[in-house]
């Protein structure tokens, strides 16, 4: 392996990657995210190798394994290029027919064509598909075109450069403000101006300064950080780079959660390339600058994420928060000034050094610049990854690239930010993601976990579901925290379960309010949140269960009921076998009757139905 | 050299020694802010939260405990706003129907104006404000006993459950802990815990002379700092 010790001999070396790769045509890219991995994409990667030595074409194709490509749900994915050929849900018995038909002779191969599900129609080409069409991808895109264990494939496509430009010949300063410039807010939660805490680090006093990557994502459904730390490594270490020179770290930490193994083991192998590169160590590229990083494997705590409690974790002590009355950019890792972000936040940092505050700042709103990716996931019809501009509107988000509702019901709300955000209804869909815009609708942008839910959802379920999350999530120094939470939980607890009272309402509006204003770290003054959301937006349904003991949307167990609709039932008997407390009753043939003292509301019945023939009251 | 620097907490401008914390300058001046697991000589928390006050930034307020800010120049602080009366209402509220079974307890949510409790009570022997864990910790070094658990699960250990050697029993444990002293009408049963209230008159004495300490007997239950300090 080459170590490369100055900018001159990386950009040489870089050009000479560059000519080598355009001599090969034809690309195969096949997904090795996550996602595709569990739909079994390394099964199809290996047989894709296989197939392609028998044939004698491993020299003229170039397979490429790469990270998350952002559309999950259709995994395993490949896409043929040149022609920019999109296979969906490829399976390994496919590959002799996508090696002797599409590679060969560029034959399409119909059944493996994506059908976008709105119109019906098939779509050949990756380009042309609506999920992708819809979308500003300034950061996914580049997924597709690494290999995330290969430094030379992140070199090949202008990988990098943002360093060579930066690094022994932009003054730190210069950095900062082009940061500040660019209007770069950060992409973990809190939106605080990058540049402005950029600045703070630079100038707090301390004999060593750190850079930590924050990659300890928790959100339930959100795993942006994930797929850009597993799928390019590189442009994240980039980022951390840039951010190390202009803030004067000499130490950095990628703290990634255990449960994320491949991500573990890309920014791992990311970090030892770039150290056996001489792009990491001492006198970076024959610059005076050093630098060098360490991956810290976090335990899977949620409050981790949190940046003090990250710091005491990395420290070796107990993950908990400390009061923030003086900021970690001036007291933080081992009391030293320490610059934390998040994956997100230093993967847009080498765009903007490479092509210019402006460049990035063009796109988003007055306040959010830039793109935002965020996890779309629930009852829609494209879920995945997406990357859209700051400004673009929830209802572009759901309805364009979503495809809208996934089992022709109504579009309800959108939760957005994950447990610490808020649910949004279908009349607010107007608003942008902008970080402002969605705080003062009492939600926000926070990682980016974009949980959309149709009329089958009840918003105190939703409620009580993200209070018992954060309920075991918390840490339990601070009172408000752990008895608040709990306090809640059982509110809605007796809520749903029949047992509310019409004072309880406001009683939990109050202990909200003063669990947000009176919490230690942001986990407790965020985890409000999705109580005074749905209070604010869905209080007749906290009224109808309160009043009339009834759940509008069938979801709490306590205030349904199951019947079977004799007109429709043609006592075929699966209900009955399936029932676990033996609940039904029926002869063959004849209409079906429940029990409902033995039924424990399971909805089994409900699914295993052919006819649609239980009903839920 | 001691650097001194001037605040304003309430209106009243306080000189005081840079590094203090917000709390100590009001105890040390007589403006009584309610706390609980703040103990002089050991470090602050900020765990019970009950002496939140208001900062004012740039006009701006924001609620932060006292106990974990420094003072600094020029700084003002409101800690006795409706705001702040009524968050910590709330918390006392909270806290008393954790451990009703504390006069500490009870006497805090007199002090900070809890006329009723809407939650069912529960009899915690434990509200973990981490006095016990600290003055183990950091005034004999022993650290023999700590913090187990996250969040409803964390509760006050030894290490494994056993008790180390370097625990010499010297109790100064209990004698921080806010729940060994029962309410003075005698441990509360199960399932008829109740507010006690029965101090309510000291409550009057306090709120007529507004923010200022007069060392009431409900400081005591508590083991207000001020109290411990000598100054009573």
Redesign the interface.
Known sequence: MPRISSLKELEALKKKLQAERKKIKKTLTTCAGTGCQASKSKEVINKLRKELAAQGLDKKVRIRTTGCHGFCEQGPIMVLDPANLFYCHVRSEDVPEIVSQSLSRGKVIERLLYTDPVSGEKIKTEAAIPFYRAQDRQLLAMNRLVDPESLEDYLAVGGYSALIKTIGKVEPETVIEEIKKSGLRGRGGGGFPTGRKWTECRQAAGEEKYVICNADEGDPGAYMDRCLLEGNPHLVLEGMMIGAWAVGAQKGYIYVRNEYPLAVKHARQAVAQARAWGLLGENILGTSFSFDVEIARGGG?F?CGESTALMASLEGK?GEP??K??HTVVDGLWHMPTTLNNVETWANVPGIMEHGADWFAVKGTETSKGTKILALTGHIKNTGLVEVAMGTPLRTIVYDIGGGGSNGKAIKAVQTGGPSGGCLPVDKFHLAVDFDALTKAGSMVGSGGMVVMDESTCMVDVAKYFLTFL??????????C???I??ML?IVTDITEGRGRP?QID?LK??AE?VQ????CGLGKTAPNPVLSTLQYFLDEYHIHIDQKRCPAGVCQSLISYSVNEEKCTGCGVCKRNCPSQAIEGQKKHPHRIIDDLCTRCGICTSECQFQSIAVS | MREYVTLIIDGAHIKTARGTSVLDAAIEYGICIPHLCHVPTLSD??????C?VEQIVNGRSK???SC???VEDGMIIRSNTD?IR??RR??AE??V??APNSRAVQDMAVRCGVKEV???FKNADC??CGRCVRVCAEMWQAKAIG?V??????HVDFPFGVRPDFCKRCGSCTMLCPMTISPCAGPMERGKERLCGNCESQLMITEKTNDACVLCELGKGFNCARHALGQG
């Open positions: 705590a409050v107990v400390r009061p009355d003086v309920q075991d999530e918390s840490c339990g120094k601070c009172l408000p752990r008895l608040g709990e306090r059982e004072e009683l109050e202990l003063t204003e009176t919490s230690l | 928390i900020g765990a019970c939260r009950l939140v609620v932060t405990t974990t800010l420094s705001k009524n968050l709330n918390l909270l806290l129907a954790q809407r939650y069912p509200i973990l913090f658990g996250r969040g409803k699960d964390r």
